[in-house]
């Protein structure tokens, strides 16, 4: 077991958008189940997607996921998924229409976070966010600089 890949070890990978926490200030989060067809979900399993420039959107009464690419499973049949297809997330009601009010009201977005698995399901963390400026990217990468820099010299004092 121990000269196996991560590819090959048979766990299902988590796909995150780590973009999505630089760019904006995350509120809330939910998780929404995905429909999606057979081979996507070997595809996911495997790792082979990406959130990047993926958001949600809601309309007539149902929430999607938009341009989040899901590459194509190589064993697949013929019949292949769009990559960049619109994906139906599954929620309740109650929770859609507290996701839907609270989005309208403070004008917050709704971004994926994260697709993985929950049980041999596939599912996606949503988060409501606002975006931040360019003054608040450069104060948070400025303040990790200087907790690197302090960590480093705390390190370096022990040695």
């Not at 000269?3 to 999505?20: D, F, H, V, Y």
């Not at 995350?26 to 990047?52: P, Q, R, T």
């Not at 839907?100 to 596939?122: C, Q, T, W």
């Amino acid at each position: 077991m121990a000269g196996k890949k991560k590819s090959e070890s048979g766990e299902p990978r988590q796909i995150l958008n780590r973009r999505a926490r630089y760019d904006y200030e995350i509120s809330d989060s939910y998780e929404a189940g995905i429909a999606l067809v057979g081979s996507e979900v070997k595809s996911i399993f495997l790792g082979h997607a990406h959130l990047n420039d993926s958001y949600c959107r809601i309309s007539n009464g149902e929430m999607f996921l938009i341009n989040m690419d899901v590459e194509p499973y190589a064993n697949a049949s013929t019949d292949a998924h769009g990559r960049r297809r619109d994906r139906k997330l599954l929620l309740h009601r109650k929770e859609l229409n507290l996701i839907d009010r609270r989005s309208m009201e403070k004008g917050l977005a709704l971004i994926p976070l994260r697709v993985y698995f929950n049980h041999g399901k596939v599912k996606v963390e949503i988060g409501l966010g606002k975006g931040k400026s360019k003054y608040d990217k450069r104060d948070k990468i400025a303040a990790d600089e200087t907790r690197r820099e302090a960590d480093r010299v705390r390190k370096g004092d022990r040695s």
